[in-house]
């Protein structure tokens, strides 16, 4: 609403198939341009864009940023309801920590804007992050990870004293 009434174009998603750059934030990023984003639960929209632009550039400040992801946020899974206890039940063969996402102005599961359900899976040892996205997403009704492993391309790092752009 704001861009409209700074007399800026809003396009709708379905009605682009490219763009030139887009910038967001994240939870956690790492040095090799993996990322975690998990608190909207609307990671799936962001990575349809990601993928859609040629420079996807993460603005974090130094306490996001680590040579590896530290895991202190969940992994968020969108998944279709009619697969959620399948899902708990593969999540569970692999001995994987997890709850449905919820908020306290509601009984039950939270659902992404598409009305699938959102589970959050905790980790309590590191899992390389494209090893685990390309896991979590072999399970058959998820529809995305939180996890983002190809499509970071720079990170703009706001240091104490100074800020970087770091490029992959």
Request: glycine content about 24%.
């Given at each position: 609403m704001l861009c409209v009434q700074k007399g800026m174009d809003v396009v709708p998603l379905q009605w682009i198939h490219s763009l030139d750059m887009a910038f967001d934030g994240c939870d956690e990023v790492d040095?090799?341009?993996c990322a975690l984003k998990s608190?909207?639960?609307i990671h799936t929209l962001e990575k349809i864009t990601a993928s859609m632009a040629k420079e996807y550039i993460l603005m974090v400040d130094e306490t996001k940023y680590a040579q590896t992801l530290?895991?202190?946020h969940p992994i968020v899974l969108e998944v279709l309801p009619e697969a959620y206890s399948f899902i708990c039940e593969r999540l569970k063969e692999l001995n994987f920590i997890f709850a449905y996402r919820q908020?306290?102005?509601k009984d039950g599961f939270l659902f992404s804007e598409h009305g699938n359900v959102l589970i959050d899976v905790y980790l309590s040892s590191y899992i390389d992050p494209k090893t685990l996205c390309d896991l979590l997403k072999s399970i058959t009704g998820v529809v995305e990870v939180s996890l983002f492993v190809k499509e970071v391309t720079g990170i703009l790092l706001a240091r104490e004293d100074r800020v970087e752009f770091l490029r992959k």
């Open positions: 040095a090799q341009f608190g909207g639960g530290k895991y202190t908020t306290n102005k």
